[in-house]
């Protein structure tokens, strides 16, 4: 069976400052405050020229934010192809650097952050280049160098990282160069690819290389003491792994892997000329105070193992008992298997390695993590023969046991608001580990910009209720490698509410709201941003409350109240020429951040809004009742005298705590026109209208109010009699926990035939129509309690009321619509669900007429 969609949709008070309206941002904005931030942006694909370097607009390179970035700060940059040399002029301090991250992974077409001019031989630029600076940190670059030129040149610099960097396939023998007496520079986690290789130059002091791979290339240290290269795998097809060079004493080449042959990895095979692929080489003026040890050697180029000072030694055990270094040294296969990965290839090792928990866990320079981000792991098949934790690997990656990653979907978490989430991610492993393992790729539905993270649980709070997703995609390797299509869950969040006393913020008859003093014109358009309201941002609210009245209306048309950007065929206030109609209107705050008004008419018509509430993160709960009459003047007290007011006492049909109330309120028999006001107890009539009316009409209209002591007054502002009728149909606070999702507006139902499925496609007569409700927006999500909706009633045979209440409750002494034969009329409900998720629809009329519903939101239990 085919079901109709109701939202859901309540009633709150709101406050602003000057009415609704926000200054207008700066068609191009300046970066912003550098103090201010703590990260810049930087996306080639998704930027303008004047992009200010936040999320939603980032930078169009590299060297933009470069300019700008601030010690502790970090500048993120977006997968991309950024054909420039950056120049990095600008230094952190030892306990905040400057970081240039690259977001590597899945989200687009190409998964690396690429660097470099490329322009062929005759070019002269590094990708980067660090000049008398320090505390820098680069992560993660696949940088290209131009012509002669390095692909990453750090020049007279101190306390640099190079992490994760990627060189290109060069010619020359450094893609990377450290030179001009820099010092304390770390080169970790990189991988240099064939052709490339790293320099470490004259006057260096105290360089780092550690978890590194070098496909065909080395390591050249000259005239550079102290440098540590340190569990680092070294392929290199016959040539010279590690030069050592000059006077460099005090060198420390610890837990390497050194594949010198040729052939494929699993059966090297002996070099064409074997005296140029020595594994380790060390000058005369170089031996003082460096150490070889903890080394892995792949004896099958037939060259020598090691050079120390003059001599070569193709033997192990002859090199050990003629120097005393290399006493852990292995000389065998180290079964190296390669991965091709997304531009950045690795070796892991086989379960068989000599490399595996062999390592010196204790050497200076140790890596906290693999080239793979993983954590160093114990093979509790293999005899643990390393030094500290005795289950260290040699080389750059760390062999790994058989893992389990269990991904739930996201949940709604009871916590401080109601749009807080969790993702809940863990990893179960069969080896023992001494860190966390793997990484999670993870974008949140109101985010732009996609994180990487240590995998696991992570909580996030949404600005907005609503449907909402979160989609992630789980790598073991730094994703190098992941699967193509990400796991992604969405759920629905509900808002609470914030009544505040009414507040005109619109009216166009007096340049409230800032329109000019006159009517709005025939299908024109008025439109109302959202100023921050009791502090909270536009961007944290997700719906607000309006009492909406069309007054002096030339001609007979409706008035349509949408979020700016979703058009709609809905309508919020009917009318006719020269009437003066209100109506309650809940409306989504997107995007845009803005209310839009529409006047569809063929006449003009004056507008007037005054804020009742909002819906946000934080605020009260919603309880729906089925509809009881609270007070009729009709058969208690009286009717209203000329401008009085009187206070209706509901303290003992609503708990202690609530902090509003929805009241469907019903002027009848007034004596002449005038105008209703619903207002706290005890404060000051407002400059705000609920009802407006004429004298012997019959009108009623919905009403969120907040509750003082119990209590709320009603005020006929009018010079002439009039009856009152209210019914309670919820409250907010007092324990109340469901919340709000904003959901249209949108028409569900029309009986004249042109909407809704499973509805009556006819006139209603006089009895009761049960109705389905279905959530479109979340079939599987939470099931509604109450629903939002604008009823109207058009073309009716005879006069009548219109009721709606919950399925299996009994039909209740209530209204939502009043009319007379031939007019349209509407009003704003909630409505508690009931038996089958199904509301009635009761036309107590002893004619016919034709129905129209409009969708604004629904409530939801609230997370538990």
Known sequence: MNRSVLARFALVPLTVGAGLVVPAVPAAAAPASVAATTEWYVDSANCSNNGDGSASSPFCTVSRAADVVQPGQTVLVRPGDYRESVVITRSGTEGAPITFRAVNGPGRSTTVVKVGKRRGANGSESAFTLRGVH????????????????????????????????????????????????????????????????????????ALVTASTFTQSGITVRDAPGTKIVGNTLETDCTLAVDVTGTSPGVSIRNNILETATGPLSDAVACEVPSEATAIAVSAGSVAQTVADYNLIEPASGGPLYRWSAAEYTSLPEFVAATGQGAHDIAATPWLRSTDAYDRPYYEIAPN???????????????????????????????????????????????????????????????????????????????????????????????????VLPLGSEDHRFPRAGRVCEAHQVSLNDFRQFRETPT?????????????????????????????????????????????????????????????????????????????????????????????????????????????????????????????????????????????RVLDTRSVGGSFAPNTGRAVDLSGRIPSGVTAVVLNVTVTEPTTSGVLTVHPYGTAVPTASNLNFVAGQTIPNLVMVPVVNGKVSIQNVSSGRTHVVADLSGWFGGGATDVFVPYGPR?????????????????????????????????TGPVPTAVVANLTVTAPTRAGVLTAHPNGSVQPTASNVNYVAGETASNHAIVGVGEGENIVLFNNSSGYTHLIVDQAGYFIAAAS
């Open 135 to 206: 505390d820098v940190v680069l992560d993660g670059f696949l940088a290209f160098g131009d012509g002669t030129a390095e692909a990453v040149l750090v020049d007279g610099s101190s306390r640099i990282t190079l992490d994760r960097l990627v060189t290109s396939e060069y010619d020359a023998r450094g893609a990377v160069r450290i030179t001009g007496a820099s010092a304390d520079v770390t080169v970790s986690r990189g991988a240099f690819r064939p052709g490339s290789g790293l320099v470490v130059d004259a006057g260096v002091r105290g």
């Open 353 to 451: 390695s000599p490399a595996v928990d062999s390592a010196d866990a204790t050497a200076e320079g140790v890596s906290r993590t693999d080239l793979l981000d993983n954590p160093h792991t114990d093979d509790p098949a293999k005899t643990n023969t390393g030094t500290g934790s005795g289950y260290h690997d040699r080389g750059a990656v760390e062999a790994q046991g058989p893992v389990t990653v269990k991904e739930l979907p996201i949940r709604r978490k009871a916590g401080d608001t109601h749009l807080d989430v969790t993702a809940e991610l863990s990893i179960t492993t069969a080896w023992t580990t001494d860190g966390p393992l793997g990484k999670v790729s993870r974008n949140w539905s109101d985010e732009s910009n996609r994180r």
């Open 488 to 628: 992604t869950t969405c759920l629905v969040l509900g808002a609470a509410y914030t009544p505040v006393s009414p507040k005109r913020v619109l009216d166009t008859r007096a340049g409230i709201g800032g329109y000019p003093t006159v009517p709005i014109p025939p299908n024109q358009a008025v439109t109302l941003p959202i100023n921050p309201l009791n502090g909270v941002p536009e961007k944290d609210v997700s719906a607000v409350v309006l009492n909406v009245t069309a007054t002096q209306p030339t001609s007979a048309g409706f008035l349509q109240v949408y979020p700016e950007g979703e058009p709609t065929n809905s309508s919020s206030v009917n009318f006719v020429a020269g009437e003066t109609v209100p109506n309650l209107a809940t409306v989504a705050v997107l995007k845009t951040s803005a209310v839009v008004i529409v006047n569809k008419s063929s006449g003009t018509v004056h507008v007037v809004a005054d804020l009742q509430g909002y819906y946000s993160a934080s605020g009260s709960g919603f309880r729906s009742v089925a509809p009881s």
């Open 747 to 779: 028409r569900i139902h029309d009986s004249r035939g042109a909407a809704g499925e499973g509805w009556p496609q006819a006139p209603f007569t006089s009895s009761g129509v049960p109705v389905s409700y279905l959530d479109s927006l979340n079939k």
